[in-house]
């Protein structure tokens, strides 16, 4: 089965995900086929902390990739502030 889901990078402390799609059998931090975008928890002030390809997301759902529940939530994030960043 293939899932969307993060893989971590970053140093100790400051951590950076990627968001990736991959085969569910494939470790973490492992091979993956397609990066869709990235997850930055630390971000500070003007910088960007979530970033997806929709039209790609939409692609892999659409071919039957499961979301892991975090990025499910992230989806849902990044879609409340899409319209904020197209009105700016």
């Known amino acids: 089965m293939v899932v969307i889901r993060l893989s971590r990078g ?3 402390g400051r951590p950076f995900f990627n968001i990736v799609v991959a085969d569910k059998r494939v470790r973490r931090d492992g091979r993956f086929i397609e990066r869709l975008g990235f997850y930055n928890p630390s971000a500070k002030g003007g910088e960007e902390a979530l970033r ?3 039209d790609r997301l939409t692609y892999w759902v659409g071919v039957g990739a499961q979301t ?3 990025v499910e939530r992230l989806v849902k994030q990044a879609a409340k502030q899409q ?3 197209a009105a700016a």
């Open 10 to 12: 970053g140093s100790k």
């Open 52 to 54: 997806i390809a929709q």
């Open 68 to 70: 892991s529940p975090t």
């Open 83 to 85: 319209p904020a960043a």
